[in-house]
C-alpha cells in the first residue's frame, strides 16, 4: 500500500531547509521514536555526525526503554508564534494488559494507545533540529496517525490466520530500528531496490504469546502529481518462530498462485 504527502512550505530561515525526502525521513523517525530528545540541539540544525548516523545524545533517564520514546512535552516552545493543539486522539490500537511498563505519555490511555498531539509533535521535531511550519502539523499528525492505523490493519491481516485461537490481538509495545534492515531488505536492495527509509518492530499479544512484526517503510512513486510523496508499507511477521515461518510461506504461496505479482500487486 502507498500513502501521499507534501510538507507544505519551507522552514523558516533560522532553521535548517527541509526537503520532501528529509521530511519522509524526519516524519518516519518521528512517528518510530528517533528523534532526538537532546536539548542541545538548536533550530539552527543538528550535528553532521547526529544526522548520519541517526543516534541521539539523549539521556537514558528521558527515555522509555520499551519504546525509546522521551518524556512528552506539551508545553509552548519559545519559538512558538502561536499555539497548537495539546488534544490527543486514541488509536484503534489496543494496548495489552501485559506491558507493565507504558511510557510516560501512554499513561493516561485506558484501552488504546494515544497519538501525540500537535504540540508534543511540533517538540519532538524541534528536538531534532528542525522547525518546520507550525500551520503543518495539524496535516503531519493526520498523516502520522493514519499511517500508524495502516500498520495495524496490516498486522491484523495477519493475525486473521490465527484468529480461531486469539480473535483479539493487541499490542505490547514498538520500537523504531531505522538503520538495522531486516534480511528481507537486505535481499531485496541486492536485487536492485532501495532499501526501506525506516523500519517499526510491533510486539503483538496474541492472547498471551508475544508475536513480533517486521515493517519496513519505502518511499514509492505516487500517481498523484499533487502528492510528491508516497510511502509503501510492508509488514509481515519476523522470522524468529516456526509459526512465522509457516505463516510467511503459506501467505507467499496464496499470493504466487493468485498470479497478483504478474500485475505489480
Excluded at 179 to 187: D, N
Excluded at 217 to 232: C, G, L, T, V, W
Excluded at 234 to 260: C, E, F, K, N
Aim: with cysteine.
Amino acid at each position: 500500500m502507498a500513502f501521499g504527502w507534501g510538507w507544505g512550505r519551507g522552514a523558516a530561515d533560522t532553521a535548517k531547509s527541509i526537503s520532501n525526502e528529509e521530511a519522509t525521513v524526519l516524519f518516519a523517525r518521528l512517528s518510530s521514536s528517533q528523534a532526538c530528545t537532546s536539548t542541545s540541539s538548536k533550530a539552527s540544525g543538528a550535528s553532521d555526525a547526529s544526522s548520519d548516523s541517526g543516534a541521539c545524545p539523549a539521556s537514558p533517564a528521558m527515555v522509555n526503554e520499551s519504546n525509546m520514546m522521551p518524556d512528552p512535552n506539551q508545553k509552548r516552545a519559545a519559538q512558538q508564534s502561536g499555539s497548537l493543539s495539546t488534544a490527543r486522539v486514541s488509536s484503534t490500537i489496543p494496548i495489552s494488559e501485559r506491558n507493565k511498563d507504558l511510557p510516560a505519555h501512554q499513561r493516561d490511555a485506558k484501552v488504546t494507545w494515544q497519538y501525540p498531539s500537535e504540540q508534543m509533535f511540533y517538540n519532538a521535531i524541534l528536538r531534532k533540529g528542525w522547525r518546520p511550519n507550525e500551520e503543518d502539523m495539524t496535516n503531519v499528525i493526520t498523516i502520522h496517525n493514519a499511517v500508524n492505523e495502516r500498520c495495524w490493519q496490516e498486522v491484523l491481516k495477519w493475525e486473521q490466520l490465527h484468529k480461531g485461537e486469539c480473535d483479539c490481538p493487541k499490542l505490547v509495545k514498538f520500537r523504531g530500528r531505522p538503520r538495522e534492515y531486516s534480511p528481507k531488505a537486505r535481499f531485496l536492495n541486492f536485487l536492485g531496490f532501495k532499501l526501506p527509509f525506516d523500519r517499526h518492530d510491533w510486539v503483538v499479544d496474541r492472547c498471551g504469546t508475544d508475536v513480533r512484526y517486521i515493517i519496513d517503510f519505502y518511499n514509492a512513486k505516487s500517481e498523484d502529481p499533487r502528492q510528491p510523496i508516497a510511502m509503501h508499507l510492508d509488514a509481515r511477521p519476523a522470522l524468529d518462530s516456526a509459526g512465522a515461518i509457516a505463516d510467511r510461506l503459506y501467505i507467499q504461496g496464496v499470493w504466487t498462485l493468485s498470479g497478483g505479482w504478474l500485475n505489480g500487486r
